[in-house]
């Protein structure tokens, strides 16, 4: 099979519409503690809990430690 403009033609001329998959790759390299990938997902759900919170507050009326007291 041959790629021919982003789409794969089988040797008999047909189209084959599968997807064609991307090379893996493992990084043998194991990251703990404080490194790039950690810092950037810790950054990410932060904002995401914070807006959260403010979404929260802006729904009830009234702020998460609040809404937990007044249960």
Do not use: C, H
Request: hydrophobic share 40%.
């Amino acid at each position: 099979m041959e790629a021919k403009n982003s789409f794969v033609v089988e040797d008999q001329g047909r189209l084959n519409n599968y997807a064609i998959e991307p090379k893996m790759y493992v990084d043998s390299n194991q990251q703990f503690g404080f490194n790039k990938y950690a810092e950037k997902l810790n950054g990410r759900l932060a904002m995401i809990g914070f807006i959260s919170l403010i979404s929260f507050e802006v729904l009830t009326g009234q702020g998460l430690i609040t809404w937990f007291t007044n249960l």
